[in-house]
């Protein structure tokens, strides 16, 4: 017996030694990074709360490429320029597919969509639908009056607030740039406002973010699907998915009436029922317009110069029109500045390569997940001096653009996935941001302080400010 009890206690470290000497050399030629446990691998190693922050931190030890395992998904983390365009541009044929997740595939009705349709003939397709009829030079165009008039409808409402109140009006940032990026994408997607359905559509919204990065166990764990179930992950999502059908087939039916009043031009929707297809709505220039403001009215010298340099281009015309933005070089700087400190997908839309390859002398496997880190990318001091701060005169006299093709700034993605209506998204944040700016003069409410003004974050999807923006307006009034 104790002969036994010798052998087993040699032959336990032994077993366990083999054990750990497989798993390195399985994965000596993969990026480093944490050694993870058995079965779940590295996901008790990641901080939900804010995934891209930590993330970073965590290619600080570890290198711009890092590979982590999430359960039975192998994943690749990208965290440098330099690597972004060794993925999205040198290798773009590879990393061009989109991962099967559950929450994705039941939203889009079996990846019947663009952005999170994996690499195939029906993304090409669609693909070619949207290049050639929705997001066109032409199209984005035509929606200019809707645009505008949906924004001078909100300088007016901020307008008649202070007019006709006796005491200091104090604006929620958030809520307000919300609603008119919604009427906006409204009357652009359906041709219409949705009025008293505006609640309901942004709750639809917010729910389908929220069910998009849920946790699946069975993305992860293909025998413990039944966890989803338990837990009521799969009800909620059914739930979602049936709420949005019935808004989708509502617009759908008010489309196809016969008795529908004739239009000018056809909305988004009116375009896709002609190619018999479908379309959705994001959120993200909303976002991006409060961080500007964010920033700006923690940065009061930034904020002076850019109001100065809206109004000076545009004198006593009383609004700014998007022929004006062309002339805005500090605004769009801004902008920029904005977009490398909190991007609106701080992770890109997760890719999938379609087979193995060679990376920077690393073997990348077929089906390896990969999140390209822009919330890192955008703090990198090998690109950026002082990389915390908000400086947008960085940009004044640089080339840089967010359009992707420059890797250190790519808030919208980069190659064949990059986003389609980045645009369309470009135009609305400029003018928005402008005509809020030209219009009024910006202070904190009584008794708040620049350095009170926070930069907390939420979890999701899109990067949201999660403590509201209060400000307090005062009309600067513009016709002398």
């Given at each position: ?7 087993i206690s040699a032959a336990i470290p032994l ?140 300088i007016n409402e901020i307008k008649s607030r ?303 400010k999660k403590n509201m923006l209060n400000l ?9």
């Amino acid at each position: 017996m104790a002969v036994f009890l010798l052998f087993i206690s040699a032959a336990i470290p032994l077993f366990l030694s083999f054990i750990l000497f497989k798993l390195r050399k399985s994965r000596s030629r993969l990026p480093p990074g944490p050694l993870g446990l058995p079965i779940i691998g590295n996901l008790h190693q990641l901080d939900t709360s804010h995934p891209s922050n930590h993330l970073w931190q965590l290619s600080k030890r570890y290198g711009p490429l890092m590979f982590l395992r999430l359960g039975r998904v192998q994943t690749l983390v990208v965290s440098s320029a330099q690597m972004a365009k060794e993925v999205l541009k040198t290798n773009d044929a590879i990393f061009c597919s989109r991962p099967v997740f559950t929450g994705q595939q039941k939203i889009t009705y079996g990846y019947k969509g663009l952005i999170l349709t994996p690499y195939n003939d029906y993304w090409r397709e669609t693909r070619k639908i949207c290049t050639l009829h929705l997001f066109t030079t032409r199209r984005v165009l035509s929606f200019r009056d809707d645009r505008e008039e949906e924004i001078f409808i909100t300088i007016n409402e901020i307008k008649s607030r202070i007019a006709t109140s006796v005491s200091e009006v104090v604006v929620n940032l958030n809520e307000t740039v919300m609603a008119l990026t919604s009427r906006i994408i409204c009357r652009m997607a359906f041709g219409k406002i949705l009025g008293q359905e505006t609640s309901r559509f942004h709750e639809l919204l917010l729910e389908c973010q929220a069910v998009l990065a849920n946790f699946y166990f069975r993305d992860h764990f293909p025998l413990m699907g039944w966890v989803d179930h338990l837990n009521g992950s799969m009800a909620r999502l059914e739930k979602n998915f049936n709420d949005m059908d019935v808004f989708y087939q509502e617009l759908i039916d008010e489309h196809l009436n016969p008795k529908r009043p004739n239009k000018v031009q056809d909305d988004i929707v009116d375009i896709l029922l002609q190619l018999k297809n479908d379309d959705s709505c994001t959120e993200t220039s909303a976002s991006a317009v409060v961080w500007a403001m964010t920033f700006l009215i923690k940065n009061p010298k930034a904020l002076k110069r850019v109001q100065q340099e809206v109004r000076n281009a545009v004198g006593n015309k009383g609004k700014i029109d998007e022929e004006d933005l062309q002339n805005f070089v500090y605004l769009k700087a801004v902008i920029k500045e904005s977009l490398r400190l909190c991007p609106v997908a701080p992770l890109l839309v997760p890719r999938e390569t379609i087979d193995a390859c060679i990376l920077s002398g690393y073997k990348i496997p077929s089906k390896t997940l990969v999140y390209v880190n822009v919330w890192a990318i955008g703090r990198d001091p090998e690109y950026w001096d002082n990389p915390e701060e908000f400086h947008p005169e960085r940009f004044i006299g640089s080339n840089i653009d967010y359009k992707g093709t420059d890797f250190e700034l790519i808030p919208f993605g980069s190659g064949r996935r990059g986003c389609p209506g980045m645009s369309l998204g470009s135009i609305t944040m400029e003018l928005a941001l402008s005509n809020l700016l030209y219009a009024f003069d910006w202070k904190l409410p009584h008794g708040m302080k620049s350095e009170d003004v926070d930069t907390i974050t939420t979890p999701g999807i899109v990067l949201h400010k999660k403590n509201m923006l209060n400000l307090v307006p005062s009309y600067r009034n513009c016709k002398t």
